[in-house]
T-cell receptor, first 110, second 114 residues
Framework: RKEVEQDPGPFNVPEGATVAFNCTYS??????FFWYRQDCRKEPKLLMSVYSSGNEDGRFTAQLNRASQYISLLIRDSKLSDSATYLC???????????FGKGTMLLVSP | DGGITQSPKYLFRKEGQNVTLSCEQNLNHDAMYWYRQDPGQGLRLIYY???????QKGDIAEGYSVSREKKESFPLTVTSAQKNPTAFYLCASRSGTLSNQPQHFGDGTRLSIL
C-alpha cells in the first residue's frame, strides 16, 4: 500500500458545486497534514494545514479522521479559478521529510 | 520580498554535460529540499539538507549532487550520469524539521535535453 494515496480524478464539476476529495495515509504515526494546490506547470502552493478538530478557510474545509487514516478537503461554491491539482501531504514526528500524494485534479466548468 | 528563488526558469542540457540549478532563499529557513516532478506524476525527493554543510539522499539521488555551504543556498547539479534528466525541478524550504511545519516552494526549473 502506498504511503499516501489520492484519487487522481479528474473531478469535473460545474461552477457553484460542492466537491470533496479524500486522501488516505498508511502510517498511523503520521502527525501533520497539509493540502497544497498546484496549477498546471507551476509550483505547489500551501492551501491549508489540517488540524485534528477540522478547520475552515473561507470556502475550504479540511477534516482529519485518524481512526480511518484519511484527510479530506471540501470546496464549496466552486469557482473556475479552483481548477487545479490538489496535493495531500503527510509528515511524521522525528522525520524531516514530507510525503506527497500524486494529487487529485479538479476541473470547474462554466 | 521574502521567498525562494530558482534559476534559470528553463535549462537545456547537452549529452554528457553537467548542469547546475540554483536555489536561494531569504526566509532564514534551516531545511531545504530538491524534488523532481515528471508529467502527470507526483513529487519525488532527490536530496535534502537540514543544516549547513550537511545533506542527505532522498529517494532518487543517483545522478545528482548537491552542496549546502550557506544557509541561503542549496544548488543542485544534474550530472551526465543522470540519463533521463528531463523534468520539472522544484526547490523547497522549511523553517525547521518539526512535523507541523509546511514546505514552501520556488517556482521551479524546467530541464530538457538538447
Amino acid at each position: 500500500r502506498k504511503e499516501v494515496e489520492q484519487d487522481p480524478g479528474p473531478f469535473n464539476v460545474p461552477e457553484g458545486a460542492t466537491v470533496a476529495f479524500n486522501c488516505t495515509y498508511s502510517n498511523s504515526a503520521s502527525q501533520s497534514f497539509f493540502w497544497y494546490r498546484q496549477d498546471c506547470r507551476k509550483e505547489p502552493k500551501l492551501l491549508m494545514s489540517v488540524y485534528s478538530s477540522g478547520n475552515e478557510d473561507g470556502r475550504f474545509t479540511a477534516q482529519l479522521n485518524r481512526a480511518s487514516q484519511y484527510i479530506s478537503l471540501l470546496i464549496r461554491d466552486s469557482k473556475l479559478s479552483d481548477s487545479a491539482t490538489y496535493l495531500c501531504v503527510v509528515t511524521r514526528s522525528g522525520y524531516s521529510t514530507l510525503t506527497f500524494g500524486k494529487g487529485t485534479m479538479l476541473l470547474v466548468s462554466p | 520580498d521574502g521567498g525562494i528563488t530558482q534559476s534559470p526558469k528553463y535549462l537545456f542540457r547537452k549529452e554528457g554535460q553537467n548542469v547546475t540549478l540554483s536555489c536561494e532563499q531569504n526566509l532564514n529557513h534551516d531545511a531545504m529540499y530538491w524534488y523532481r516532478q515528471d508529467p502527470g506524476q507526483g513529487l519525488r525527493l532527490i536530496y535534502y539538507s537540514q543544516i549547513v554543510n550537511d545533506f542527505q539522499k532522498g529517494d532518487i539521488a543517483e545522478g545528482y549532487s548537491v552542496s549546502r555551504e550557506k544557509k541561503e543556498s542549496f544548488p543542485l547539479t544534474v550530472t551526465s550520469a543522470q540519463k533521463n534528466p528531463t523534468a520539472f525541478y522544484l526547490c523547497a524550504s522549511r523553517s525547521g524539521t518539526l512535523s507541523n511545519q509546511p514546505q514552501h516552494f520556488g517556482d521551479g526549473t524546467r530541464l530538457s535535453i538538447l
